[in-house]
């Protein structure tokens, strides 16, 4: 029979095995970005567009009703981003986007978090904007849900060519009295990694091939004197 440590380390290995088979990348143009497939939680399983992320949630909202203060729905998302064909890491844009209804005085809703980058060259340096979006104003009651956007933005100087990104997402509902209602739901979220310029490639010439310039100079210098003369 198998021994206590033997079941234990056998486990251990399982575990592992099913961690490391979680692991998911993608490719952009210029990036590729590496995340764990199983912990995509409310986002959504992410596609590339060119060099941006984009998620698009089907479940990621929240809702309160007749008084019932505030509801809160939250998700995290971790992605690492590396450099790819000579590129490196210049700015990060954060854009989403969602559908809304807030009815009554007293309905209120927000949309928060922030998006945090580390350099994975120097993990204890961090980077960090928080999310921010337009007022909401009150739709009526029976109008379609109106629209909102959030964006948040992060810059590299100097540029960096590895990074573990966090984008963090809350949403908020509430409502003081019954008759109100305020319910929000997140439809969109894209991350677009802005690259650096062409880094120039300087090939060194061999040390050769700048003695045969310097000697048929000199040939070319000799022939012309020639022919002065």
Known sequence: MMSSFNKLLFTLAIVACSASGNAATIYGNNFSFSFEDSLTNLFGTPSVSG???????????????????QAFTSSTFVVNIASLNNKSINALALTETGDYLREGAGANLAVGGELRSVDLANPFVSN?????????????????TADWEANASLAFSP???????????????????????????????GLTVIP??????TVPLPQAVWMFGVGLFGLLSVSKRKKLL
């Open 51 to 69: 060099d941006s992320l984009i998620f698009v949630p089907s479940d990621f909202s929240t809702l309160s009703l007749n008084g019932n203060g």
């Open 128 to 144: 960090v904007s928080k999310i921010t979006s337009g007022p909401f104003a009150e739709t009526e009651f029976g109008d379609d």
């Open 159 to 189: 540029n960096t060519n590895s990074i573990k990104v966090t984008i963090q997402n809350i949403l908020r509902a509430k409502t003081s009295a019954v008759g109100e209602l305020a319910f929000i739901q997140k439809k969109f979220v």
């Open 196 to 201: 650096s310029q062409d880094v120039p490639v």
